[in-house]
């Protein structure tokens, strides 16, 4: 039996759409041995498929298959902390299993960058897969097949406050809501407060960080579909956050905080107990 542990992650941050994300404290953990025939359980009782349509699956047959072996079946059994479809990173840590899972049960003939590659291609973008496999914030951009990253250290007077809805929102409604082209200024707009952010979050100059995650390529468009998540993104920064955007796709939003401030998830999940009632407010550390 070989055991992956992948993290949660929230990519883009605001400004870093397809192409920045960090991985957070919160686990999936999955079991896997070869046998001959498809087994899937689940300890937590989320709703999975437990046949060959099973991303997990998949994904490590993808390793068979590119490399040269025969999978007959798998034994699979999940223990998923990430909330599914809700802009953690949840379906990116099941291809990220999968491939890992099944490249450890071959002996490893796939490296680092054959992995990171893969994961990256399989998703579509690199900004969730990156940072389940290194850990930590990456900057990550997907061309040809090739993921070219960085994995950049975070700033430790930063944590994060991560507001989660009860209802869920698919990456591929939420990437059918975006433009097909945008304007030239909105390019600049977001070109420099990626690169504003990559540098702040590192560096820990936390004054830049409520400018560095502000975009006009994706939340504008997607806030139609996340019931006050707009709202939520405001308050967070009234009680204090240094930034806040959706994470991922959506629907979770994520406040970045000063880690001097110990009430502040205390003050977050009372803003959702009074205000929110289908929102809850959790603190997750960065993986690193
Ligand atoms: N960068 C991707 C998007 C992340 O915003 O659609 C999806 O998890």
């Known amino acids: 039996m070989v055991r ?6 929230s990519a883009n941050m605001g400004s870093g759409y397809d192409s920045i994300g960090i991985a957070l404290e919160l686990y999936n953990i999955i079991e896997m041995e070869e046998c001959d025939h498809i087994d899937i359980s689940d300890k937590n009782g989320q709703l999975i498929p437990k046949d060959s349509r099973n991303l997990i699956y998949q994904c490590a047959k993808k390793v068979y298959d590119e490399c040269g072996y025969n999978l007959n079946g798998l034994r699979i059994v999940e223990d998923c902390a990430i909330p599914q479809t809700r802009g953690l990173g949840s379906s990116s840590a099941c291809t990220v299993a999968g491939i890992m899972g099944a490249n450890e049960m071959l002996g490893e003939p796939l490296d ?8 990256a291609t399989i998703e579509g973008h690199p900004d969730n897969s990156t940072p389940a496999i290194l850990g930590g914030f990456c900057v990550a951009l997907l061309e040809n097949g090739h993921v070219h990253h960085v994995r950049v250290p975070v700033h430790s007077a930063i944590d994060f406050i991560v507001f989660i809805p009860d209802f869920k929102l698919s990456t591929e409604k939420a990437r059918a809501a975006l433009p097909k082209t945008i ?20 560096t820990g100059k936390l004054d830049n960080l409520d400018v560095a ?12 579909l996340i019931e006050n998540g707009e709202d939520i993104i405001q ?5 204090g956050a240094l930034g806040a955007f959706i994470s991922g796709a959506g ?14 998830a205390a003050r977050a999940q009372a803003l959702c107990a009074e205000k929110y009632p289908h929102w809850h ?3 997750l550390r960065c993986d690193e």
Do not use: W
Not at 4 to 9: G, I, K, R, S
Not at 183 to 202: E, I, P
Not at 235 to 239: H, N, P, V
């Open 4 to 9: 992956v542990t992948v993290p949660a992650t």
């Open 213 to 224: 995650t502000g975009d006009c390529l994706h939340q504008p468009y997607r806030f139609g």
């Open 281 to 283: 407010a959790m603190q």
């Open 112 to 119: 680092r960058q054959a992995v990171i590659d893969l994961a």
């Open 183 to 202: 304007a030239h200024h909105d390019a600049v707009y977001n070109l420099a407060r990626a690169a504003l952010l990559a540098g702040s979050l590192t």
């Open 251 to 264: 629907p979770s939003i994520i406040a970045m905080v000063y880690k001097g401030d110990r009430d502040y």
């Open 235 to 239: 308050e967070a920064k009234e009680l």
